[in-house]
Each structure stands twice: as structure tokens, then as C-alpha cells.
């Protein structure tokens, strides 16, 4: 990958068996396995960005809640907590 490529942030999380989403030992983020993993690499390479993984805090995909916000991975999106 080539540095002076944008880089954006993606969130998230497991769906087996098409993502299984591991912390790095080191604590410095996530890593992706599985098919969809395998798409994303193809993708970047071909449309020319980096990217990195963003875990939702509660390790959900996102349910909107009685006051009309979202948790989960939706709701990062919706409160713009990972940036394009």
C-alpha cells in the first residue's frame, strides 16, 4: 500500500463466517479474517485507499433506541464517530 493513498476509518464488526474481527495483541486495534476481509483488501488496492478497522464500543451492528439515536456500529455513523 502506498502511503499518500487517503486513508479512512471503517467500522467494524464479526459476522461469521464472512468477518471474524480479533484485537491485536499489542492493543493497538483490530484485525478482519474471513471472505469479506479478503474483498475489502481487494478493493483498497484497486481503488487506491488505506483503511482502518474501528470496533463499536458495544460490539453491536446497531439498534435505534426510544429517543431515536442508534448504538452500535450504526450509531457511530450516525453520531460521525469515524471520519471518511
Keep these: ?3 499518500s493513498w487517503p486513508l479512512i476509518q471503517i467500522a467494524c ?3 461469521t463466517p464472512f468477518v471474524m474481527v480479533t484485537e491485536l495483541a499489542d492493543g493497538g486495534g483490530i484485525k478482519a479474517e474471513g471472505p469479506l ?3 475489502l483488501d481487494l478493493l483498497s488496492k484497486q481503488l487506491k485507499f488505506r483503511y482502518t478497522l474501528v470496533p463499536p464500543i458495544d460490539g453491536t ?3 435505534k433506541t426510544t429517543d ?3 448504538t452500535g456500529m450504526v450509531g457511530m455513523l450516525q453520531r460521525n464517530a469515524i471520519q471518511p
Design 1 to 3: 500500500m502506498n502511503l
Design 13 to 15: 464488526g464479526s459476522w
Design 37 to 39: 476481509s479478503l474483498l
Design 61 to 63: 451492528w446497531g439498534v
Design 68 to 70: 431515536g439515536n442508534f
